[in-house]
């Protein structure tokens, strides 16, 4: 049997550190970039609603990437150690989601993202030396594939905007003075998933009572208002539309009448 001489074996160690880091670097980046698609107003009940499909959809590319880098340079050999590098690479993902707390409520993750590692890791072992030098290409196009991925979820994502108000009623001596229209400040706005669910974005209103909760999913949710003064809570349904065709149409939230007396009629 022929021996590899020095520069092979060589080769072959630096692709294989190169397959191991580029998939850690890949693990971290889709994690990160789930951060950006969440936005800044989800609760962890949004993100752990969806970081299940996420996953899905993303780690098997990562694996499949670096089998082929596995592979590519080791006919032989890569394909025995890429089931490892797939088997590292899934536990790194699985430990980074419990650091950050998003874990999904699937006891199942880890079942399905170890077998995942080992098994597309191992299939991309296996085709890298079919490829031969078309493999850097390959992998190119699964990179441009993911961000391409990326921007498209990122444009599809919706905004609600709107505005909180309540009419005062000024009196005085049992006799109505004015009436007014007046902004809510700071009152809790929130999207639900459905009328009992939990809150998954939430926000606050500013001092002119205008809100905006934006990053969102498109599909119908609850939008709910809690007004600052009172005990009262006012939900409507509404379908979220898509942010850079304008979004959803501008939200009045009216919430219920407030009396002030302001005294004396005549002095």
Not at 181 to 208: C, D, H, I, K, W
Request: hydrophobic share 50%; net charge positive.
């Amino acid at each position: 049997m022929p021996r590899r001489d020095q520069g092979e074996d060589t080769m072959a160690v630096t692709v294989l550190l190169l397959s191991v880091l580029g998939g850690v670097i890949a693990v971290v980046a889709t994690l990160a970039a789930f951060r950006l698609l969440g936005g800044s107003q989800g609760t962890p009940a949004a993100e752990l609603a969806r970081i299940g499909s996420y996953v899905l959809w993303t780690q098997p590319f990562i694996y499949i990437m670096s089998g082929l880098l596995a592979g590519v340079r080791d006919a032989r050999w890569g394909p025995m150690r890429a089931p490892v590098i797939g088997l590292f690479l899934a536990s790194l993902c699985w430990f980074l989601l419990r650091r950050q707390d998003l874990l999904p409520s699937q006891p199942d993750i880890l079942a399905y993202l170890l077998p995942a590692g080992a098994l597309f890791t191992l299939f991309g072992a296996l085709v890298a030396p079919l490829l031969k030098e078309r493999v850097g290409t390959v992998i190119g196009l699964i990179v441009v594939f993911g961000v391409a991925a990326f921007i498209y979820a990122y444009l599809n994502l919706g905004a609600v905007s709107g505005q909180v108000t309540r009419e005062v009623i000024q009196r005085a001596a049992g006799m109505t003075t004015a009436m007014t229209t007046t902004p809510v400040a700071s009152a809790r706005v929130a999207l639900l998933g459905g009328p009992e669910g939990p809150a998954l974005y939430v926000t606050q209103t500013n001092p002119s009572g205008r809100f905006l909760i934006s990053g969102v999913p498109m599909k119908e949710y609850t939008l709910r208002v809690w007004d600052p003064a009172t005990p009262a809570v006012i939900s409507e349904r509404v379908r979220v539309e898509r942010a850079i065709t304008g979004g959803t149409r501008w939200r009045t939230i009216s919430l219920p009448t407030q009396t002030v007396e302001s005294g004396e009629l005549f002095r």
